[in-house]
């Protein structure tokens, strides 16, 4: 289905709304919670918020508002992330330690940007005549839809870098203890859905609404016939292999992942903990609580996904398999707009949108005829097709209208401070 572009004054309203939602996802923090850098992931909520505002004054305020002037020296070097062809940045593992500039200030750099970007929405709605060239026009729009987008990706973020914050701390903090859970008797059995050999098209088609460059071209695969499990593997699907002594044994272990395990002395997926009565706790953004049996697995490595379901008999879907899965499904789930920001147990139509990432067995290369963006906005996902492993689906910290099922994220096997878990797959 064709979609229209978005107009400036659709793109506005957007915008406030995107940007309102990144301060209320902050507002529960301590002005010492801003800082925090546990682990080299886990970026300061402080960084998170000027970086995002970083990108609308670099790829939107410097090139296409005439009268914008920068008013934060440093700050184009300090919340550039990785954008070699634009400058200098500061070393990811340093963020978490530099105290100036303070929260005030980021807010207040904030507020500028925010204030430069309705007056660029003013020159777009307002004096055509500024921007009468369409192209320029359409080229501004799509920036602003992908800064809208790239802020979506780094609220995620944020939920997951306070939970690997908090959760290092021993006074056991939680974000918020009001958030609110699901729960359920028993899990519910899982249920295959299959699909017949064909040739399948996969990838983000044009015309129909935002996709980041790694989803295009769209073009054709070949799938043999296969079946995917219809919910995540759960807590207690988990346990038994816990028991069955699996991260003992090599066999069941890819040779890095083996290696990466024993190094790390890694027992159990990350933020569990013995509660001291032969039973687990879990680390949510609430607070500790007793592991639930019942809801997916969640904070584990691929290697630990791929040792999971080669001991259980099966093997992890592909990424051409999920999307063909995925597009078949309602766009909905246990996404950030229900508020739980935890993966909660499959209910009876399913667990496909939402709760997890799951890993596939695909590594993240580029599409047959892939193109970057051009400039420097081609370094936001082309460099790291390299050593990754793509995960499908969305989970609990990505908005709604943030998804789509051409939607590949992707992480480095051993990384598991983001909300991923595990979803079964077969051959027929």
Same mark, same amino acid.
């Given at each position: ?18 940007r ?5 996802? @902050?507002?529960?923090l ?13 970026? %300061?909520?402080?960084?998170?918020i ?5 990108f ?13 002037? %920068?008013?934060? =020296? ?9 954008? $070699? &062809? ?13 105290a100036? %500039? ?25 004096? =055509?005549?500024?921007? &009468?060239? =369409? ?5 501004i @729009? ?17 939920c997951?870098?306070?939970?690997? !914050? ?10 918020? *203890?009001?958030?609110? *859970?699901?729960?359920? $008797?028993?899990?519910?059995?899982? *249920?295959?859905v $299959? ?18 460059? !790694? ?54 997926p ?5 509660? /001291?009565? /032969? ?5 949510t953004?609430? /607070? ?9 697995? @969640? ?50 139509? /399913?667990q ?22 051009e400039? &420097? ?8 097709? @390299? ?11 990505? &908005? ?29």
């Amino acid at each position: 289905m064709t979609r229209a572009a978005p107009t400036p004054a659709l793109l506005r309203r957007r915008y406030r709304a995107v940007r309102a939602v990144t301060e209320t996802l @902050c507002a529960p923090l301590l002005t010492e919670d801003y800082q925090t850098q546990a682990v080299t992931e886990a970026s %300061p909520p402080k960084w998170h918020i000027a970086h995002v505002t970083w990108f609308f004054e670099t790829f939107l305020l410097k090139p296409h508002h005439p009268d914008y002037r %920068p008013g934060f =020296p440093g700050f184009e070097v300090l919340f550039n992330s990785y954008y $070699e &062809s634009i400058g200098k940045f500061h070393p990811r593992h340093q963020r978490g330690h530099l105290a100036r %500039p303070s929260v005030e200030e980021v807010y207040r750099y904030r507020r500028t940007v925010d204030a430069a970007m309705e007056e660029l929405f003013d020159l777009l709605e307002n004096t =055509p005549d500024r921007t &009468s060239d =369409p192209t320029t026009t359409a080229t501004i @729009c799509g920036f602003i839809e992908l800064g809208l987008n790239h802020e979506q990706q780094h609220q995620e973020l944020l939920c997951m870098d306070i939970k690997a !914050n908090f959760a290092v701390n021993p006074l056991k903090p939680a974000y918020r *203890r009001d958030l609110p *859970r699901r729960t359920v $008797e028993a899990t519910r059995p899982l *249920r295959w859905v $299959e699909q017949g050999e064909g040739l399948h098209e996969i990838g983000h088609a044009p015309g129909s609404g935002f996709a980041f460059d !790694n989803e295009s071209p769209r073009h054709r695969v070949w799938l043999n016939g296969y079946r995917v499990a219809d919910r995540l593997v759960t807590n207690g699907e988990y346990l038994a292999f816990i028991a069955s002594g699996a991260y003992t044994q090599a066999a069941h272990w890819l040779s890095d992942g083996w290696a990466h395990i024993r190094r790390h002395d890694w027992q159990h997926p990350l933020y569990w903990e013995r509660d /001291g009565q /032969g039973g687990w706790l879990e680390m949510t953004l609430g /607070g500790w609580r007793a592991l639930d049996l019942h809801a997916p697995v @969640c904070h584990v490595s691929y290697y630990e996904a791929e040792a999971y379901a080669r001991w259980a008999g099966h093997r992890l879907p592909t990424e051409a398999e999920l999307e063909v899965v995925l597009a078949q499904q309602a766009l909905q789930g246990n996404t950030f707009d229900q508020g739980f920001l935890h993966p909660m147990p499959a209910g009876t139509d /399913g667990q496909w949108h939402g709760d997890l990432w799951t890993w596939t067995g695909s590594a993240y290369l580029p599409y047959p005829g892939f193109k970057p963006l051009e400039g &420097s906005a081609g370094e936001y996902n082309g460099k790291f097709m @390299c050593n990754q492993m793509v995960l499908r689906g969305g989970c609990c910290a990505t &908005s709604l209208d943030h998804l789509r099922a051409s939607y590949r994220n992707f992480f480095y096997p051993h990384d598991r401070w983001a909300f991923t878990g595990i979803r079964l797959a077969g051959d027929l």
